[in-house]
């Protein structure tokens, strides 16, 4: 089993900056992936970013792209997610996951979730 822990959500103005953590612990951890997800007021979950856990290859969704950088700290089992130029429309509930299994695609196959933490960007 694994456990996902995100942190480092908050309160930001626009053109401000967040960091988000996620820390895994559980069993031996060498995930194929991992990944941030976020899910807005009323929509459905998207894409944001994922990382090749042994490779490091990142992966980003256009809107976040340029302004997002995904990076992990293997030692320390830790996700980060380096969020600038943040927008009113990145405010959601930012997910971590974790994939152990290879997909066609970097965004399907993600078995373990963290509970989320709130990200709000104020206009």
């Known amino acids: 089993q694994v456990q996902l822990a995100e942190s480092g959500g908050g309160l930001v103005q626009a053109g401000g900056s967040l960091r988000l953590s996620c820390t895994a612990s559980?069993?031996?951890?060498?995930?194929?992936?991992m990944g941030w997800f976020r899910r807005a007021p009323g929509k459905e979950r998207d894409n944001v970013a994922a990382?090749?856990?042994?490779?490091?290859?990142?992966y980003y969704a256009g809107s976040v792209k340029g302004r997002f950088t995904i990076s992990r700290d293997y030692a320390k089992n830790t996700l980060y997610l380096q969020m600038n130029s943040l927008k009113p429309e990145d405010t959601g509930v930012y997910y971590c996951a974790a994939s152990f299994k290879g997909y066609d695609s970097i965004w399907d196959g993600y078995e373990y979730w963290g509970q989320g933490t709130q990200v709000t960007v104020s206009s």
């Open positions: 559980g069993r031996t951890f060498s995930s194929y992936a």
């Open positions: 990382i090749r856990w042994s490779s490091g290859s990142t």
